[in-house]
């Protein structure tokens, strides 16, 4: 009875076991770079920061296209007199009253505040883009160097594998009585860094995907897999017409040149406030209180209105105005110096950005040459070491040199792909596909 009990025991055990690890194993994500992309857009914290600006302008320009409009205000005062004032007015009373403004004319300033608070918001959904570019651009990098770790990682296992069959047959011929012992010693040795080079490819694919999680929305999770490889075509970029179109599709440029287009706007603004205000105001006034509240014919109740034109001439204020008409030329002058700047600095990018690319392509072809090579001398150097005619060391040596090559592949594949996004960064195609 007690076999059985334990049995059924150790049963439910593995079984609960096996669900776990079923649940871990599917629990993991695979994304694709299409995937974080698009999470990227739907959770990215900076980018919902850039839609609430967006929302924060539209607020703003719907204040400005109420303006030129009649407002309505109401009042309610009550008051009660002492004596002697009691003697000559009502002792006390409630007056409603209701009071209609309508501005005729304010020297353009309704026109130009609806035309800034519009241009606004295209400031701000340009901001956005320039976000959403950045974030896909960040995105991209994270993700090729999530691959990037990856594959670090493959490599370095691929190497203990090699690392732990040489030491076994260097241990072997060394208890023959055929080699060194240093010879041993140092596969050790290299067997410990290759160990250490393990442990750094797994933290560097811990932080990766973290930097990742970070940016798509997912947190600090790292519970997700990428299937992506730095396999595939790695072609060099030839510099076009592109530059020219970069020039346009740039935000940063379109920001500026709104930005300067609301700096006129506010400098006309500004010119504004010289010229005369004229306003219309209606007011309606009631009152109840006590007998004699209406002077007419002493009733208790009262109702009239009155009317006002208001005109604002603007005569002499030692300059200031001006002056500050003055102060918005200047500094839209200076903006218009930052766009030629920016400008400048946008072509020197992009140029930048075609040599970074084609340099990747030469480093991936002279790395795919020097791996080429370096495995044909381990190769090689494996099958004399059989032979019997190179030592150990020489073998070590081969499989380092191997190592470092692949491992220059990786790096040369992965800082294309990353320079491939930056490329299209500059050239403000961030945001497409």
């Excluded at 400008?343 to 040599?355: H, I, K, N, W």
Aim: hydrophobic residues 35%; glycine residues 6%; proline residues 2%.
């Amino acid at each position: 009875m007690t076999r059985i009990i334990k049995k059924i025991l150790l049963s439910l055990m593995l079984l609960i076991a096996g669900t776990l690890v079923h649940k871990t194993a599917s629990a993991q994500q695979t994304l694709t770079l299409e995937q974080c992309r698009q999470l990227a857009l739907e959770r990215n914290n900076n980018l919902k920061e850039a839609q609430e600006n967006i929302n924060a302008a539209k607020a703003q320009k719907a204040q400005q296209d109420a303006g030129g409009k009649p407002t309505v205000d109401g009042t309610v005062t009550g008051f009660y007199f002492g004596k002697p004032l009691s003697s000559v007015l009502p002792q006390y009373g409630i007056s409603p009253g209701l009071g209609i403004t309508q501005p005729i004319y304010s020297g353009g300033k309704v026109k130009l505040n609806k035309a800034i608070a519009a241009n606004g918001v295209e400031i701000q959904e340009e901001q956005k883009v320039l976000a959403t570019s950045d974030v896909l651009y960040n995105t991209e990098r994270a993700y090729w160097q999530v691959v990037s770790a990856t594959e670090q990682i493959k490599l370095a296992e691929q190497s203990k594998k090699q690392l732990a069959a040489l030491y076994t047959d260097l241990n072997n011929q060394y208890t023959a009585g055929t080699t060194y012992k240093n010879d041993v010693l140092r596969a050790k040795v290299q067997q410990n860094e290759n160990e250490l080079n393990l442990t750094r490819a797994h933290d560097n694919l811990t932080l990766a995907k973290l930097n990742l999680a970070q940016i798509t929305g997912l947190g600090d999770s790292t519970n997700f897999i990428i299937t992506d490889s730095v396999r595939g075509s790695f072609n060099a970029t030839q510099n076009n017409a592109e530059l020219e179109k970069a020039l346009i599709n740039r935000s940063e440029i379109k920001i500026l040149q709104k930005s300067i287009l609301s700096d006129k706007m506010q400098e006309k603004l500004l010119i504004a406030d010289l010229k005369p205000v004229v306003s219309l105001g209606v007011n309606g006034v009631t009152a109840f209180g006590k007998k004699g509240i209406n002077p007419t014919n002493n009733n208790n109740f009262m109702a009239t209105y009155y009317s006002m034109l208001n005109v604002n001439i603007p005569i002499f204020d030692w300059g200031r105005k001006r002056q500050t008409v003055k102060e918005q030329r200047y500094k839209t002058a200076a903006k218009g110096y930052q766009l030629k700047e920016r400008t400048e600095q946008v072509s020197l990018e992009v140029q930048q950005a075609y040599l970074q690319l084609n340099q990747s392509v030469k480093r991936i072809g002279l790395s795919g040459i020097s791996l080429q090579q370096a495995e044909e001398n381990l190769r090689l150097s494996n099958d004399r070491f059989k032979a019997g005619t190179i030592i150990g060391k020489d073998v070590l040596e081969a499989q380092t040199i191997w190592q470092q090559a692949y491992s220059d592949l990786i790096d040369a594949k992965v800082e294309y792909k990353i320079n491939e996004a930056n490329l299209k960064r500059a050239l403000g195609q961030g945001i497409n596909k």
